[in-house]
């Protein structure tokens, strides 16, 4: 199914620059994820005459749109069309709660809006700044009242007000029996391999950005592997077999 899909997005990828570059101007893209970035900058290289560009509104953004062009444009004044939302729960009875990327997310889906306009959230103690398609701003400010069990409120923010928490990056070195998806993943997270073998069948984990379902995949030098809620573990380095017949690894944990 992902070959597929892959198989389709690239084709509208491929439609977008040559349409770019027939027609003169900038194509967008919604939001695409780094493994839809990455098909895409392929494929617009391959094609003469047009070039790619991505902006989530921040530097370490997750989620980008894409903008195609011919190679002759000045990319320092493309418009990529962002907007930002800042949502904060309002306190009722009890309290809101400690509310989630999940909670947050589905409050904006549950107005009927694609996943594909919306890009990162940032999850902050209190409240939560959402970058969205500019074109969708407008109908959150006006729809979005609820997260959660919570009410909440909405209102626009600038992308310059956006609140981005330091990534803390923690280098982990260790050994493995093999470079299976569950031995690295277990390793890098902290977790059991029987747990983590447990996470992979339930579509939890992705490797490079696509979901998986295979404890045994085989990992290599530069893989990511991510789960939603508990960040990022790059494969920096492998130094080889110890004496003992075991992999040496080097990883780095995004938190």
Not at 108 to 129: A, S, W
Not at 248 to 255: A, D, F, G
Request: charged share 30%; hydrophobic share 40%; glycine share 10%.
């Amino acid at each position: 199914m992902q070959g597929e899909a892959d198989n389709v997005f690239l084709n509208i990828i491929s439609d977008k620059a040559e349409a770019a570059r027939r027609d003169a101007g900038v194509k967008l893209t919604d939001f695409l994820d780094p493994h839809q970035q990455a098909l895409a900058q392929a494929i617009v290289e391959r094609t003469p005459g047009a070039k790619i560009r991505f902006d989530g509104g921040y530097a370490r953004a997750e989620r980008k749109r894409a903008a195609i062009m011919p190679d002759f444009y000045l990319t320092e004044t493309t418009d990529f069309s962002l907007a930002a939302v800042e949502i904060k729960p309002i306190e009722r009875g009890g309290g809101a709660g400690v509310l989630s990327h999940r909670d947050f997310l589905g409050a904006i889906l549950g107005l009927g809006v694609k996943r594909e306009k919306i890009g990162d959230l940032i999850v902050l103690r209190d409240r939560c700044q959402a970058i969205l398609a500019r074109e969708i701003q407008e109908f959150v400010l006006l729809n979005l009242q609820r997260v959660g069990n919570a009410g909440a409120e909405a209102r626009p923010i600038d992308l310059d007000q956006l609140e981005v928490p330091a990534e803390v990056v923690k280098e982990i070195r260790g050994t493995v029996a093999s470079m299976r998806l569950d031995a690295i993943a277990s390793l890098g997270f902290g977790v059991s391999r029987s747990k983590m073998a447990e996470d992979i069948k339930a579509e939890r984990v992705r490797v490079n950005w696509v979901t998986t379902t295979s404890p045994g995949r085989q990992i290599k030098q530069g893989d990511v592997i991510s789960i939603r809620g508990r960040g990022r573990v790059e494969i920096k380095e492998v130094l080889g077999e110890t004496k003992r017949g075991r992999i040496s690894v080097v990883l780095n944990r995004y938190i």
